[in-house]
């Protein structure tokens, strides 16, 4: 049983408030460019990145370009695919060296295009294989990308809700969190990462490595200590524009 640390406050000044999109953001969708997002939430997160003093980052593994285009005109600190993309709070974005995918896209791109429901997503520097709408196929997709993920140094699998993603070793959400954290105006604060997904996982072991809080959206085993529970057809972390203590909803986690 997980040691409860009082309930996280995500505005209260002092913390460091790390988001995921999908699933925390914005509810899921059955094409990565169907999410639609509530119309309050660029205005709320306007709002309380102000509040925390810029102490407000994206952590997600969607390109960045993505996260700009529905968050406009918002470009917050991010850290996009993963984390290999990071934009810094001056807007400075640090990139790592790309490994070579050629493997894994001539196995993923044969794979999607032997079966019709499968959509290849080709990013800066991972390639995702969704299985959503082919969910019988998911093995024969693990398979194939652990083969091609074999053949290529580097490079790591990483599985996600109906996805399996190929990226450079190493990198993570939480690596790219505790990167942030080491850059004002994020330093000294106490951490907090909401997300949803096995992906977030890794985010949330280095903020309650760091003493931090890890909360989780949704069902599912999980590392963090907080649940969040979702509202009725929205995200889970959304609120109003006067309404900057997103905190709702929360209760400990207790495997």
Same mark, same amino acid.
């Given at each position: 049983m997980h040691k409860l640390s009082p309930p996280p406050d995500l505005a209260r000044h002092g913390t460091a408030l790390f988001l995921d999109f999908d699933g925390t953001l914005a509810d899921l969708a059955p094409q990565p460019e169907?999410?639609?997002i509530a119309g309050d939430l660029v205005p709320m997160l306007r709002d309380l990145s102000s509040h925390l003093g810029g102490a407000l980052a *994206?952590? #997600?593994g969607r390109p960045l370009r993505d996260l700009d285009q529905f968050l406009s005109p918002l470009q917050l600190p991010a850290a996009a695919e993963h984390g290999a993309q990071r934009r810094q709070? $001056? &807007?400075r974005v640090l990139g *790592?060296? %790309? %490994? $070579?995918l050629e493997a894994t896209l001539r196995a993923a791109r044969a794979l999607a295009d032997r079966h019709p429901g499968l959509r290849l997503e080709i990013k800066t520097a991972t390639v995702a294989l969704h299985y959503r709408h082919a969910p019988k196929l998911e093995a024969l997709c693990l398979q194939v990308l652990s083969g091609a993920v074999g053949d290529t140094p580097g490079v790591e =699998? =990483?599985?996600g809700k109906f996805v399996f993603e190929v990226k450079p070793a190493g990198v993570s959400k939480g690596t790219a969190i505790a990167a942030f954290m080491h850059e004002a105006p994020f330093a000294g604060r106490v951490a907090v990462f909401a997300g949803d997904d096995v992906t977030d996982e890794a985010g949330f072991s280095v903020v309650q #490595?760091? &003493? &931090?809080? &890890?909360v989780k959206v949704g069902e599912g085993a999980t590392l963090a200590q907080w649940l969040g529970a979702a509202c009725a057809g929205r995200g889970p972390m959304t609120g109003t524009s006067s309404d900057v203590a997103p905190n709702r909803l929360l209760h400990p986690h207790r495997p």
């Open positions: 169907a999410v639609q *994206i952590v #997600s709070v $001056d &807007g *790592i060296t %790309p %490994p $070579d =699998l =990483l599985r #490595s760091m &003493g &931090g809080f &890890g």
